[in-house]
């Protein structure tokens, strides 16, 4: 006997593949879903349906946007002799919210990570070394995540550019400042608390005052 | 500047309505959906756009169900003398999960709170009083949750079912039995870690042994 309608089993099925999601939190959203109004269930729907259809990677930053180049890449107002280089899109809506950085952005698309079979050539970093032809980017800001894939990812990406540059360096002059985002202690953070690599860091990296 | 596409952003507000997922949690699954197979994202919009129009409930048990009277209200097999009263169709299945019961159901649709301006008249009370009209129901589980609410609820419903019992005893004689689940320790707990509610009504309910 079937308890439930099929739309529902395949529905909670689905939401099951969504990360963060259990059995019993699929069964939940599930639930809110049916005694939603409609009109929202309709809508999200739709949006879910048609998400692909009206996306496309931007072919310079490979962020997701609506339109090649994103009106990042495409703005004449933006720096494009800094690249800030990000794990994904939403590092750079953080970036976006919460610095007034003004340069260009590429977006990696993930990060070095063997353990899940994904390698420098899954990601865009080909792409981003094409992009230091020309000589026109001054600085790279290697902004992918401060843990170990992300650290290596980082590593890997400098080695790049240094072979590029090297090669580069022969022909011309050139003038590429590689930085890494500060580490150290969080705002409002308690000294007490931080964990050891943290305040190793935050020591190293100490400033003049 | 809008940094994400239109579309993306309009899912992040709609998933941001879904309980327990904040602006973080809604981001991360626009995300997941984004980078997800085209067949899959395709299918799960098109399951939550047409939930809606797939879905009847049941008009004996307001069961969620694809066709009314629901599988089990119409199944001959099943003990129409017995009816578990629970709060919402999660509670039907995990009732139809994880026990033998061979009785029919009764979907209250929510419980009775004051707080969240819901009353009596907003659940399925009346109809489940209605249900008692006849005299071939037996006994009345009611299986609301074992919190304030829940409890206030099944109070609520048990003094509702009195009345009538007076009133119909009045004509006939009817033997309405009125049962709650039973309440003590969950199996595998530790006595040193439960609560002061739950040991108490673990004394209270000691059974022979």
């Not at 959203?29 to 049916?34: E, K, N, Q, R």
């Not at 692909?52 to 004449?76: L, R």
Request: charged residues 25%; proline residues 5%; hydrophobic residues 40%.
């Amino acid at each position: 006997m079937n308890i439930l309608p099929s739309n529902v089993q395949k529905l909670m099925q689905l939401l099951q593949r969504i990360p963060g999601l259990g059995p019993k939190s699929a069964a939940r959203v599930a639930m809110f879903l049916l005694t939603s109004p409609k009109g929202y269930t309709k809508e999200l729907g739709e949006v879910i349906a048609n998400l692909k259809e009206e996306i496309v990677y931007c072919k310079m930053c490979f962020n997701i946007a609506s339109s090649t180049p994103c009106e990042i890449c495409d703005s004449q107002e933006r720096d494009e002799s800094i690249i800030c280089v990000v794990e994904d899109p939403l590092d750079v809506l953080a970036f976006e919210n919460g610095t007034d950085f003004k340069g260009k952005y590429h977006v990696l698309g993930g990060v070095i990570s063997p353990v899940n079979g994904i390698g420098p050539e899954d990601l865009t970093i080909a792409q981003l070394i094409n992009r230091l032809e020309g000589g026109k980017v001054k600085e790279i800001i290697i902004a992918t995540n401060p843990n170990i894939e992300g650290e290596a990812t980082a590593m890997y990406i400098k080695q790049e550019i240094l072979n590029l540059s090297s090669q580069a360096l022969k022909v011309g002059k050139r003038d590429l400042k590689i930085t890494r985002l500060a580490r150290g202690l969080p705002s409002g953070a308690d000294l007490e608390y931080a964990d050891k690599t943290t305040l190793k860091k935050s020591f190293e990296g100490r400033t003049n005052f």
